[in-house]
């Protein structure tokens, strides 16, 4: 099991940034795939965005642009620089993980180790 711990969810205004982390410890036996979802209250779990194991990053429609993923294979932390943001990005962020490639990013079921979540609220 891959344990998963995220940081930097908080409160910011409309046109701010936050950066989020997720740490993953445990047993991590080969590279990771690893993506970031959001869910609000009464709205299924989206996607936001992924770096997979062997490199490429891939991002929702709603925040290219705005957000970059990014991983540090050394010490399997991924990454999420979140600017520009809006009051629809606010959510509750998690991060999820898997090794090998996920046949595709943002599919739920893709991903078999789940963080339990940050915060993220934009205020205007």
């Known amino acids: 099991q891959v344990h998963l711990v995220e940081s930097g969810g908080g409160s910011v205004d409309v046109g701010g940034s936050l950066t989020l982390s997720c740490a993953a410890s445990g047993r991590i036996y080969d590279a990771l795939s690893m993506a970031w979802f959001r869910q609000v209250p009464g709205k299924e779990r989206e996607g936001v965005a992924a770096?997979?194991?062997?490199?490429?990053?891939s991002y929702a429609d709603s925040v290219k642009g705005r957000f970059t993923v990014s991983k540090d294979a050394t010490k399997n932390i991924m990454y999420l620089r979140m600017d520009n943001l809006e009051p629809g990005d606010s959510a509750v962020y998690y991060c999820?993980?898997?090794?090998?490639?996920?046949?595709?990013?943002?599919?739920?079921?893709?991903?078999?180790?789940w963080g339990q979540g940050t915060q993220v609220t934009v205020s205007s």
């Open positions: 999820a993980a898997r090794h090998g490639v996920p046949i595709e990013d943002f599919e739920e079921d893709q991903y078999n180790n």
């Open positions: 770096v997979l194991s062997v490199g490429p990053t």
